[in-house]
């Protein structure tokens, strides 16, 4: 069945880079998304990639993409104390279907 | 910007009470979805809603039911609320009209059943 895993947290100091990862199980889906959720709110879309790309970046943000290994990354540069939060990957195997999968969350803890 | 709006973000309930979460976009998207998020299990689809009053189960249906009589408004209901339905439920819309398969959540709804 599908699946998709992260780490459940993350610990870095305030201006170096963070990199969160994922692993998924289902290969045919045509988008891959990272979605951030801030303390008490709903989540919010961060940035996706098109599964035939490797690599997109925007702005601080870098996804890349293994689909050999499936394998998802989001790399954060100088992350902020704002980007404290819990990040998810997600993956929608049945293409415009109901079945999101999402990841358990990497909750990213940001230290002065 | 899409909106999803929540009608409430913290409710309080007593075991027993029949509970409405109420779900609202304005962007005219087809598809509506109600997840539960728990800690550690990420989110769990509750049920979807394809079209107006068009329904399908999820994941963890059991003992909650769903209206879609507009399609701007998806609203969950718990018949009989018990302490295992507190949880954290998401609301979420997509438009089937584009490419990239986009889904837009909520605030959130935090429900404590005593």
């Known amino acids: 069945g599908e699946d998709v895993e992260q780490s459940l947290f993350l610990s870095v100091r305030e201006g170096d880079s963070s990199v969160i990862n994922c692993t998924y199980t289902d290969s045919s889906s045509t988008y891959l998304y990272w979605y951030k959720q801030e303390p008490g709110a709903g989540l919010q879309l961060l940035t996706y990639i098109f599964s035939n790309m490797d690599m997109k970046q925007d702005q601080r943000l870098t996804v890349l993409l293994n689909k050999k290994d499936k394998h998802l990354s989001l790399r954060i540069a100088d992350t902020q104390t704002g980007d404290s939060a819990i990040y998810f990957c997600?993956?929608?195997?049945?293409?415009?279907?109901?079945?999101?999968?999402f990841g358990p969350g990497t909750r990213l803890s940001v230290l002065p | 910007d899409v909106k999803v709006t929540q009608s409430s973000r913290y409710l309080v309930k007593r075991t027993g009470e029949k509970v409405f979460l109420e779900c609202v976009q304005d962007?005219?998207?087809?598809?509506m979805f109600w997840y539960r998020q728990d800690p550690g299990l990420g989110l769990r689809l509750i049920y979807f809603?394809?079209?107006?009053?068009?329904?399908e189960k999820g994941d963890i249906p059991e003992g909650y039911s769903v209206s879609r009589e507009k399609k701007e408004r998806f609203s969950l209901i718990l018949e009989s609320a018990s302490t295992n339905q507190t949880s954290m439920y998401l609301c979420?819309?997509?438009?089937?009209?584009?490419?990239?398969?986009?889904?837009?959540f909520g605030a959130g709804t935090r429900l404590s059943v005593l």
């Open positions: 979420a819309s997509r438009n089937t009209g584009t490419d990239t398969n986009i889904q837009y």
């Open positions: 809603s394809y079209d107006v009053k068009m329904k």
């Open positions: 962007m005219d998207h087809e598809n």
């Open positions: 997600a993956e929608n195997p049945d293409n415009y279907g109901q079945n999101f999968v």
